[in-house]
């Protein structure tokens, strides 16, 4: 047994699909499928059975999974470790942010890293906040930027900034003159969200509850895979819908810009922070990013420089 073989073995189970499971080992299918074989003929047990295409785990598959995830974290444990005798800012950061705002702090911020910490590369991936926390505690992740709170069993988290919610019209909305609107008035509306998975579509559920509810009588919300579809779907004409204000702020100037509005008192808001494993050694990479994200003057919100790490 050997621990390629079980980051194979969590990787099909992740995808539930050989080939995809393949592509994310960096090997061919073939090669995967072998290694897997060789694996069940030595524990004397099938871990997966294979079901319309997919592959689904048995119940002694689906326990030995586990088993492997906790062997694989500490084996990065051990690489961790040996880190700990070196300069913590050598070598790769594995970044994690969710779909809301890296778009908005990673082109900043990566030029901003890659002149205070040169030899610190950013390797990023954008998810939703429960894959990424699910890379964090199984250390594919050593940090992620999220919406706090969250629950941090085994993990800290440092706020870095808070950021209101703002209302964007289509052109020419009756809205658009207001100074404010009350949240529960987007239940009048045809309003479009982020689909399920996503953290900031129940943060606006969250002000909003109506605008959802199956028993209420205005117009049932429409949803987007992204920020930026739903952008162009409010610019068509087919709703409104809720932006963090990094989105509207950090965009290229345009000559029409969608119109928007703030929320009436009190505004709807996050706050967004770093988040990592407890045990993650190199605290001053987690400083020098936090310092990072902080000097490279993200718009429309308002930093925390102060604010203090969570440590539950």
């Given at each position: 047994m050997t621990l390629t073989e079980l980051r194979y073995l969590v990787n099909l189970d992740k995808e539930r699909h050989f080939s995809r499971a393949a592509e994310r080992s960096f090997v061919s299918q073939p090669t995967l499928s072998v290694a897997l074989k060789k694996l069940e003929d030595e524990l004397g047990v099938t871990l997966f059975e294979r079901i319309r295409g997919e592959a689904k785990p048995t119940p002694v598959?689906?326990?030995?999974i586990?088993?492997?995830r906790h062997v694989l974290a500490e084996a990065r444990?051990?690489?961790?470790?040996?880190?700990?005798?070196?300069d913590e800012l050598v070598g790769s950061l594995r970044l994690g942010a969710?779909?809301?705002v890296g778009p908005y702090v990673l082109p900043s911020l990566v030029p901003m890293m890659r002149e205070t910490a040169p030899l610190m590369p950013l390797m990023i991936e954008e998810n939703f906040t429960g894959v990424l926390l699910e890379q964090l505690r199984d250390n594919e992740l050593d940090v992620a930027l999220l919406a706090l709170p969250i629950d941090l069993q085994g993990l800290s988290a440092w706020p870095i900034y808070d950021e209101d919610f703002v209302v964007m019209l289509s052109p020419g909305h009756r809205w658009a003159a207001l100074p404010s609107i009350p949240a529960k008035?987007?239940?009048?509306?045809?309003?479009?969200?982020?689909?399920p998975g996503h953290c900031f579509r129940e943060q606006v559920i969250a002000a909003c509850p109506k605008c959802v509810d199956s028993e209420g009588d205005g117009p049932r919300p429409v949803t987007g895979?992204?920020?930026?579809?739903?952008r162009y779907m409010v610019g068509s004409g087919l709703g409104i819908t809720v932006m963090p204000n990094?989105?509207?702020?950090n965009r290229p100037a345009e000559p029409n810009p969608l119109p928007t509005v703030p929320f009436a008192a009190p505004s709807p808001a996050r706050k967004v922070g770093m988040v990592w494993r407890r045990s993650f050694p190199r605290l001053a990479a987690i400083r020098a990013l936090r310092e990072?994200?902080?000097a490279c003057g993200i718009n429309g919100v308002r930093l925390l420089p102060d604010a203090a790490p969570q440590h539950p």
């Open positions: 598959g689906a326990r030995i586990e088993q492997a444990r051990v690489e961790d470790i040996a880190r700990e005798g070196k969710i779909y809301t008035k987007l239940a009048e509306e045809h309003l479009l969200l982020l689909g895979s992204s920020i930026e579809t739903i990094a989105a509207i702020a990072g994200v902080l």
